[in-house]
């Protein structure tokens, strides 16, 4: 009998888990769409249109109309170069650090240095 309760307590933590790790997943998700609705300047759009836009983007996408092929190329070709800039801006922000950073120990090899003369 504690066995099938172990077993049964076991399970529910186990349930517990995947749920949170489901909210976790959905928030994560819901967090990029409002960062590519921000970088596309959407959010400036009126609350009606944008919803309007995106109940007959599901409308098409349902009804596999040609246009979503066009709609995905433009997806596929925003989210590259979106990820280039992040990348290259990424590499300008580790080498600017990197600059500082021997910049610093330079500063600091100099301050040693005066204090030995």
Do not use: C, Y
């Not at 888990?17 to 959010?43: F, M, P, T, W």
């Not at 400036?44 to 996408?61: H, M």
């Not at 590499?91 to 240095?113: D, P, Y």
């Amino acid at each position: 009998m504690t066995t099938i309760i172990s077993k049964v307590s076991e399970i529910d933590l186990k349930i517990k888990a995947l749920q949170e790790k489901k909210k976790h997943l959905e928030e994560r998700n819901l967090h990029g769409l409002a960062k590519v609705i921000k970088k596309l300047n959407a959010d400036s759009l009126p609350t009606n249109i944008l919803i309007g836009s995106l109940l007959e983007t599901v409308e098409a996408f349902q009804q596999k109309k040609d246009s979503i092929k066009n709609w995905q190329t433009k997806g596929k070709g925003f989210l590259e170069a979106d990820k280039k800039n992040n990348n290259s801006s990424n590499r300008r922000r580790n080498s600017t650090h990197t600059f500082r950073k021997s910049q610093q120990n330079t500063e600091s090899a100099a301050e040693a240095h005066e204090k030995d003369l």
